[in-house]
């Protein structure tokens, strides 16, 4: 009762007969299911896409729209490449190798559900690429169903990710210590290693700006070598200073990073900045020894000054070379920059 049937008939004639009242009448239901696919877990889907090695569980979801019940229902679920089967659980049975969810046994009601999870893990080879799952309801024993919504699909975004922060390195330790300030706004580009940009998925070059913590990253990338490079260090927030450290070495603005499969993302590839400080004062013969030179005290010019630290090795500068003995002026002046 309230269902929508449909009839069909059989008619026998006997030679020279016009008519026959001999008919057999069969009553399909009519029924509509749907399918659809999404990503149950992890719940959020990350900003830079999925780590190869990361587990994700996929849902699909059938739904019998009505208005009879659904029988026989078959759905199709390949797998794609770029990702390996974990297991599966849920209603009917699945077969990862053909990709066949088996409902067949199952009487779907008007309006209700049955549900499959298929965990799978993210492939090494996917990295940099989007794979794309796609789930389909292949036959039903009813008529009537309508095709727009017998399709699925869900992509995902797989690859590693490279990412660090610029700091104002102020101690010039060639580390990041707590209370130094980060470099907002300023642009990080990523190069292949022969220099030339590595291109996004529409074809632009990826650069980074970073936020206001210093951060900075790229997502999404495949296995390789790379070199992530500082697009303008004399000017903008970093004008004035001088670099310090840089991942693979000091006083650059570029590092070499490499993305392996052993070792995964790499997410600690920073750049330390520090503004340039001078030293210096002047010579002269001290007549009282006071340790103040008076008016009447005269200049010592011509007298070498060496720059060390108190255990004696030699100062260098922010370019990472040994700090030069001054000799002082005519007016006794001397000064280290």
């Known amino acids: ?140 024993d009813q008529i009537g169903d309508k095709k727009p919504d017998n399709t699925s699909s869900v992509p995902l975004t797989a690859g590693y990710t490279i990412a660090g922060k610029l700091y104002n390195d102020a101690d010039a330790s060639f580390s990041s210590d707590n209370g130094e300030n980060p470099y907002s706004g300023v642009t990080v580009a990523l190069l292949k290693k022969d220099g030339t940009p590595v291109l996004d998925k529409d074809g632009n070059p990826m650069t980074a700006v970073t936020d206001a913590e210093g951060k900075y990253s790229f997502s999404g990338l495949p296995l390789g070598e790379y070199t992530v490079s500082v697009v303008d260090p004399t000017s903008g927030p970093l004008a004035g200073t001088k670099p310090t450290e840089a991942y693979t070495g000091r006083y650059k603005t570029t590092a070499d990073v490499t993305i392996a499969e052993a070792t995964g993302s790499v997410i600690d590839v920073n750049f330390g900045f520090v503004k340039p400080a001078s030293l210096g004062d002047y010579t002269w013969m001290d007549v009282n020894r006071d340790g103040i030179q008076d008016v009447d005290e005269p200049a010592l010019p011509g007298v070498t000054v060496t720059l060390t630290y108190e255990d004696g090795f030699a100062v260098t500068d922010a370019s990472g070379n040994v700090v030069t003995a001054k000799t002082s002026d005519a007016n006794g002046k001397y000064s280290f920059e």
Request: proline content about 5%.
């Open 1 to 140: 009762e309230g269902q929508e049937l449909s009839l069909t008939s059989k008619v026998t004639l006997s030679p020279g007969a016009m008519t026959n009242n001999d008919q057999d009448w069969a009553f399909t239901g009519v029924a509509n299911t749907a399918i659809v696919k999404a990503i149950a877990d992890p719940a959020e889907v990350p900003a830079g896409g999925f780590t190869p090695g990361t587990s994700v569980t996929y849902t699909l979801t059938v739904t019998n729209e009505g208005p009879s019940p659904a029988t026989g229902v078959i759905a199709q679920d390949k797998l794609p490449s770029g990702v390996t089967f974990e297991s599966a659980q849920g209603d009917g049975t699945y077969d990862a190798a053909s990709g066949k969810w088996d409902l067949s046994t199952e009487v779907i009601e008007k309006g209700a559900t049955r549900t499959l999870l298929i965990t799978v893990t993210i492939d090494a080879s996917a990295a940099g690429s989007v794979v794309t799952n796609t789930a389909t309801i292949e036959k039903q």
